[in-house]
């Protein structure tokens, strides 16, 4: 039992280059989430998507792009690498974003992405 | 602007001692309180968690106090052991009108020592 897959773990960037982190689940959840890790800031939401079809804003969007691409997959693009973007990213997903059964998120094991 | 406030950053507990990580939060409507705890190289996990209408949950050496008055809510780790050394994150979440995202603290790192 997979759970969330993330690819790549480890990356490397110049500032400017592009790159995509996949992001797979197998659970059959609708809510797909994606989450930069810095020390002291804790998690904090780039986007998520609450069901196939649907993305919104998370709390610090700038910089980023995604797709849902289908249920399972959900990509996190970052079309011109800054510095300020070193960090560890986590995708997560859930159930659902629905009702009083939203609580428990299922995370990935992380991308460590640094930008020189 | 920080919705979860938690503290310490970082804790140090002996082996058999009571371990306490506190959060505060502003946001009266948030109605779910998760703790998740993460190993190093891993993604968190959902630990313990607590909805508004009890005061206590426990599960095992883990405990969750909450305070809906004061808007606080804590971790308890009895009888703490080396292999509870991990980072902490407690969460909120409201679950209707807050569009179900969960908003997470800052972290604690604790280190259990023999």
């Known amino acids: 039992n997979a759970g969330v897959t993330q690819t790549p773990k480890f990356q490397v960037l110049k500032t400017g280059q592009s790159m995509t982190l996949q992001c797979a689940q197998d659970m059959n959840h609708n809510s797909m989430y994606w989450y930069r890790q810095d020390p002291g800031m804790g998690l904090r939401l780039i986007y998520y998507?609450?069901?196939?079809?649907?993305?919104d804003k998370g709390e610090v969007p700038n910089g980023y792009n995604v797709s849902r691409l289908n249920k399972r997959e959900f990509s996190l693009r970052l079309e011109s690498a800054a510095p300020s973007q070193t960090s560890v990213y986590f995708c997560a997903s859930s159930e659902s974003m629905t009702g009083r059964h939203t609580g428990e998120l299922f995370f990935g094991e992380g991308s460590r992405l640094t930008v020189l | 602007q920080q919705q979860v406030k938690q503290s310490p950053q970082s804790l140090i507990v002996q082996k058999g001692g009571i371990s306490i990580i506190n959060c505060a939060y502003e946001?009266?409507?948030?109605?779910?309180f998760p703790w998740y705890q993460q190993f190093p190289g891993k993604g968190p996990a959902l630990l313990i968690a607590?909805?508004?209408?009890?005061s206590e949950k426990k599960e095992g050496r883990f405990t969750i106090s909450f305070n809906k008055s004061a808007k606080q809510f804590s971790l308890h780790i009895m009888d703490s052991q080396p292999g509870d050394s991990a980072t902490y994150f407690c969460a909120a979440l409201a679950s209707t009108g807050g569009g179900n995202k969960l908003t997470f603290g800052t972290g604690t790192q604790l280190k259990v020592e023999l």
């Open positions: 607590i909805r508004p209408d009890v």
């Open positions: 998507s609450a069901s196939e079809g649907t993305t």
């Open positions: 946001n009266t409507a948030f109605d779910y």
